[in-house]
């Protein structure tokens, strides 16, 4: 059975698991000062591997990195606030539900799902 794990280039390891764990997703594997870490979300997994230089980020890329939160989408935003990260674009009502964007430190957009029950 293959499991997927979505790997995000970043430019510095640090700000990048600060970002990350902020968001909620637990430390699996950390290398603060090396070139890769994992992190856990549920029973997902999500890698992050230095990249230096980073290619340039598209407008619109064909693959895209979005989450669901388990809770209301206003605590996290509160939660990220007090670690000083602001939402790209503030909650949405969207036909599943509601949504969140987020840039992670290097300008990657995440979307942030909460489902409809």
Do not use: C
Request: aromatic share 6%; glycine share 6%; net charge negative.
């Amino acid at each position: 059975m293959l499991k997927l794990m979505p790997i995000v280039y970043v430019r510095e390891m640090a700000r990048s698991l600060d970002f990350y764990l902020a968001l909620g997703l637990q430390a699996d594997y950390l290398q603060r000062d090396g070139v890769w870490s994992s992190l856990k979300a549920g029973d997902a997994s999500l890698g992050l591997h230095v990249l230096d230089p980073l290619p340039a980020l598209q407008e619109t890329d064909r693959v895209a990195l979005a989450l669901v939160s388990d809770g209301p989408l206003e605590a996290l935003v509160e939660r990220l606030e007090a670690q000083d990260i602001a939402p790209a674009r503030g909650i949405r009502q969207e036909s599943f539900g509601r949504s969140l964007l987020l840039r992670d430190p290097d300008g990657l957009l995440l979307q942030v799902n909460e489902h409809a029950h």
